[in-house]
């Protein structure tokens, strides 16, 4: 059935709130990367913004992870969102008054990348709860649609706005989506996990997490992937380069190139959200992330703002095919109990790899330009695509059976205790 997760009522509020909170996050993102450009005329500055958020990201994603098997997660998803709505706050106090610097920009891209690393893994491991195991593949393609529209509405507003009045409102009216998201998880009913309790949060506990992912073939080359991909392949910090001096498009063009990727993503996700289940997983996630390499390098060496829009479009439509699979082959590979624990794993990989890819891309572009950092981060990424394809044969013969699925429904381990079982090699 089209839209099936959304039957569900907690997961129906959960939607609606992770919506309209990601589109006020990505005015704060829109604006910090052009107030910084704005002040430094650097994109080794606009680099240094990805560096604050991935540090941060990288400690302290493993503590999410154990923290979501340990407490209650919509608890947990409650205090983050305070947290992050402070920080939203000070922003726009601190950009009204004048107070704003680079520094301080550095610091505020830290908080929030504390807040959300601690809210990622509870994030993700909370749909589950939330969903019938036969609803999840659903529920995780309408969770990448919603991610999407918050990114294609958000930068387009947020370059409106940062023209018309500045980025204090863009701002402002992110401290109110987390108020938004903070409102339906108090109206969520969510039936509780098996939370371990404060005593699990253990060296012991961390270690199975990453021993589960590290003997699990299929999962850890998916998040190598993942995080390959990204750390070469991600343009995104770039755009205010080439809005503002190669495409010369201005903050208007700015909003519409952050928004073209998530218009080709959409436009995926939601034809992911009306199909039925998908059987070759691997083959189409190696897909997913080719196109997403061959648009990269495509939009790298265009100087036509319709042509880079449409490449951007393209990019977007691989990244999300292969991210929606990603997460299913994990979610149903995963038992319930240590799904913090591998998300914040995972999310290691997903979450750094965008952050050190942006210091990544402003370094490169500081010394040899921004067409040739994206160019050669395109070739990067397809280099680590090739070598996952060949080296681990069993990522493209994995295959989602009705086994896995069921064994899910019932709240058991597959035959596969992992990965292995959902391939037919």
Known sequence: MPFAALRNRDFRIFWIGLTLSGAGHQFT??????????????????????????????????????????????????????????????????????????????????????????????????????????????????????????????????????????????????????????????????????????????????????????THP?????????????????????????????????????????????????????????LGGVRRAGLLVLLGVAVFCVCTVLFGMSTVFWFSLLMLAGEGAGNTLGAVLRQTINQLSTPDELRGRVGSVNNIFTTSGPQFGQFRSGVVAELMGPQFSVVAGGFGALAVLAVIAIGVPVVRRFEITGTMAAHEERGTESPRAGARGGEHV
Do not use: H
Not at 246 to 270: C, D, H, N, R, W
């Open 218 to 274: 299929v999962i850890f080359s998916m998040m190598a992937l993942d995080f390959g991909m990204t750390l070469f392949g991600q343009p995104r910090a770039l755009m205010p380069v080439y809005a503002r001096d190669i495409l010369q498009v201005g903050p208007e063009g700015l909003g519409l190139l952050y928004s073209a990727t998530s218009a080709g993503a959409i436009a995926v996700a939601a034809l992911m959200s009306m």
């Open 29 to 214: 993102t829109v604006a910090m990367a052009w107030q910084i450009y704005e002040l430094t005329n650097s994109a080794l500055q606009i680099g240094l913004l990805g560096l604050a958020r991935a540090v941060p990201q990288a400690a302290l994603l493993l503590v999410g992870g154990l923290l979501a098997d340990a407490v209650d997660r919509r608890r947990l998803l409650m205090w983050t969102q305070v947290g992050q709505l402070c920080v939203s706050a000070v922003l726009t106090v601190a950009t009204v008054a004048g107070w704003v610097s680079p520094g301080f920009l550095y610091a505020a891209t830290a908080l929030l990348a504390l807040f959300t690393a601690l809210e990622n893994p509870a994030r993700n491991a909370i749909v589950p709860n939330l969903v019938p195991r036969v609803d999840l593949t659903n529920a995780l393609a309408l969770n990448s649609t919603q991610r999407q529209v918050s990114q294609l509405a958000g930068p387009s507003l947020a370059g409106v706005l940062i023209a018309a009045s500045g980025p204090a409102l863009c701002y402002g009216l992110d401290t109110g989506s987390w108020l938004v998201m903070l409102g339906s998880l108090v109206l969520m009913r969510a039936r509780p996990q098996a939370a371990g309790g404060m005593r699990s949060i253990s060296v012991g506990a961390l270690r199975e997490g990453i021993g589960f992912v590290w």
